[in-house]
């Protein structure tokens, strides 16, 4: 997509006649000397994450509390690479003649836009690794990452226990079951994911015909398994529908659940004092 996006913005059909972006022979030398300093500051990115990631694994892990990969985020270490290579792409489409007027006019001033931001954003993520990797630094990113998550994980909380409410107020024939009920027809997940949905007006619709009663096996943000109950459908016409299995949605759930990362990350915090007694010592 961002390929794309970068494709559209050269093909936009502006005129310049500024400087050596006014002459193709002269706009195609900028261009490559661009590429060659562009790549010479990705090369000194590259140097930089190896350095920033062996004193993260050596001295910082333990104050940051994360991954490397969230390190890496936090600092916009990957981010500064994507960029770098996103220009040198854009000015090797240029150098292609990809783009309007390109090597020259309004598509080799694209590529030098893109190269002076790469440079401002190279310093920029240098500066902010440095600053990183202070302990008080490192501190405030542990900090910063564990009331995110509290917010996730109450935000969690609160949409379960509203689905709940809704589930109790409502005057269909629809409850929530724990224990499968006897005599009953089971709807079955037909992949595992989590629980993004339950649509009960389009499941009490689905059963007015069959003179049925529903009870909920599972809840918004729930993760299933495939074959994992739904719902259950008591009632003697009872009978599997397409229109009652949809009514329960079901997408890909995150890789770790709030309340799950919540509690890993309070579980790593140091005891009281710890760190300050180490130091000392």
């Not at 972006?21 to 562009?38: F, K, N, R």
């Not at 104050?63 to 500064?80: I, Q, S």
């Not at 509203?162 to 629809?174: G, H, V, W, Y």
């Amino acid at each position: 997509m961002t390929i794309l996006l970068a494709a559209g913005l050269l093909a936009v059909p502006v005129t310049v006649t500024w400087g050596p972006l006014a002459s193709s022979t002269e706009s195609t030398g900028y261009l490559q000397a661009l590429w060659v300093v562009v790549a010479a500051s990705l090369g000194l990115s590259v140097a930089m994450i190896a350095f920033a990631f062996q004193a993260f694994v050596s001295i910082g892990r333990d104050v940051h509390g994360g991954t490397l990969r969230e390190f890496a985020d936090e600092t916009l270490l990957l981010d500064a690479i994507g960029f770098g290579m996103l220009t040198l792409v854009i000015i090797g489409a240029v150098l292609l003649h990809v783009g309007h007027e390109s090597p020259h006019g309004w598509a080799a001033a694209c590529a030098a836009v893109f190269s002076a931001a790469t440079l401002a954003v190279v310093l920029y993520v240098i500066n902010r690794v440095v600053v990183s990797l202070d302990e008080r630094e490192l501190l405030r990113m542990r900090s910063r990452r564990l009331a995110r998550t509290v917010q996730r994980a109450m935000f969690e909380q609160l949409r379960e226990q509203a689905a709940e409410s809704i589930l109790i107020s409502t005057r269909m024939p629809i409850r929530r079951a724990y224990l499968p009920p006897q005599n009953s027809l089971a709807i079955r997940a037909r992949a595992a994911g989590e629980v993004h949905d339950v649509k009960l007006g389009t499941l009490a619709r689905a059963m007015k015909g069959q003179g049925c009663t529903a009870q909920l096996a599972v809840s918004i943000g729930n993760s299933v398994d495939k074959d994992e109950p739904l719902i259950w459908l008591l009632g003697a016409q009872a009978r599997s529908s397409w229109a009652i299995r949809r009514a329960v949605r079901i997408g890909r759930g995150p890789r770790q659940k709030p309340s799950q990362a919540l509690l890993e990350q309070l579980g790593q915090l140091p005891p009281t004092g710890s760190a300050g007694r180490t130091r000392r010592t």
